[in-house]
């Protein structure tokens, strides 16, 4: 079995400031994505990577930016954190990138606070 | 407005009891439907997928899909205190990134 890591678990930043988010996966998977998940709510997506530099935006992108740097790894950029914008950021990954995406597997997310 | 719509938000069950969750897509590119179950504080879990018109049976769980209407159920039998859980469908088209609903949440009482 493989895993999905993400850094940091929690994050806490500054109203206006650029913060960074990474994952890393050992399933050696091709397609890697961000969701961003409010309240317990359901998941939206931010980005998504079918391989190594590509990069594909989903429906909440703006005010993100993302880097596919190798297959192993996707990073997710808040460019200017708005404060009370608490959400848990979920890294997932899947392979087959052909007729049906594959399960998607899920890190255990990001808790980001901004103060 | 959402894509893929969920029903009940909430759903109440006694133990031992039937629970029946509702999706549908409003996209019409979408080709698959998945399910997800999340426990509390943990990150969501794939707990069934259906891509054929008709019915799939694992265990206890049973979906539903009418390909022309784009609409899944999910129905959970024998209901216990570990299926309380946010229940996220999902639907999906070639390779792009499965698009979610905002959740059906499960409370399954003794």
């Known amino acids: 079995g493989g895993i999905i890591t993400q850094t940091p678990k929690f994050l806490i930043g500054q109203e206006g400031q650029k913060l960074t988010l990474k994952c890393q996966q050992n399933f050696n998977h091709d397609t890697m994505y961000w969701y961003r998940q409010d309240s317990g709510k359901g998941l939206r997506l931010i980005y998504y990577s079918i391989t190594e530099n590509d990069l594909q935006k989903g429906d909440l992108s703006e005010g993100y930016d993302a880097s596919r740097e190798k297959k192993s790894s996707f990073s997710l950029t808040v460019t200017s954190a708005q404060k009370n914008e608490m959400a848990v950021f979920l890294c997932?990954?899947?392979?087959?990138?052909?007729?049906?995406?594959?399960?998607?597997?899920f890190g255990e997310g990001s808790k980001l606070t901004v103060l | 407005q959402q894509k893929v719509q969920q029903s009940p938000e909430s759903l109440i069950v006694p133990e031992g009891g039937m629970a029946s969750l509702n999706c549908t897509s409003s996209d019409r590119n979408v080709d698959y439907f998945w399910w997800y179950r999340q426990h509390s504080g943990k990150s969501p879990k794939m707990l069934m997928s259906i891509f054929s018109n008709g019915e799939k049976e694992e265990g206890r769980f049973t979906v539903h899909l009418n390909k022309a209407s784009l609409h899944t159920s999910l129905h959970i039998r024998d209901s216990q205190p570990s299926d309380s859980a946010l229940y996220l469908c999902a639907a999906s088209h070639y390779a792009q990134g499965l698009t979610f609903g905002l959740g059906t949440r499960v409370s399954v009482f003794p």
């Open positions: 997932a990954s899947s392979n087959l990138q052909g007729a049906a995406t594959g399960q998607l597997y």
